[in-house]
């Protein structure tokens, strides 16, 4: 018997034998892959919600003025820097949450403002922002505003100014609109106007 008699290949079974052991184990890996993409997608829109806020922050701080973060505005997954248009004692008619489509939409109030004059307000507006497609807001997302020291408010039923925020902070959710209960994150913010990313 000669070499290449001797070389003997895989038969048919122990071929199909490796193959369903690959198909269990990529069975089992595909889900946590996506998994790990769903939450670096997550933690991702998280990030930004966190920016934007500490960006509002800063330009509150920066120019003397209440600034706002209106979130699922003007439609849901987008978000805004406004500037409040009244005074905190006395907000203007669109600073109100039932005009809030209207005050975060560019019809009204174009982005960057066409009317660049010191005096004129709103100066401060920024861009609509967007959450990626399949990440959505909780219930628990409600308008903050900066005020010019520093510190971070709510709405309290219709209490004018608005209250600073309790200590304990308020939380807004940022989840994955498919995994709802469990890929979520939170950003948290205390009444010092100190963000946080949970």
Known sequence: MDQADKVRGFTLLELMLVLAVLGVLSAMAIPAVLNTTRQIKL???ARAVERELQGARMKAVRSNRAIRVRFNCPSTGQYRIVELLGS?????TDDDDSRAATRCGYSAYPYPDTNQDFFSIPNNDGPIQMLQ???GFGADAQTVEFWPDGTAHIASGGTQPWP???DDGVGITVFDIMHQSTIVTSIGVNGLGKITLH
């Open 43 to 45: 933690a991702a829109n």
């Open 88 to 92: 905190r004692q006395t907000p203007a």
């Open 133 to 135: 497609d399949g990440i």
């Open 164 to 166: 600073a925020i309790p």
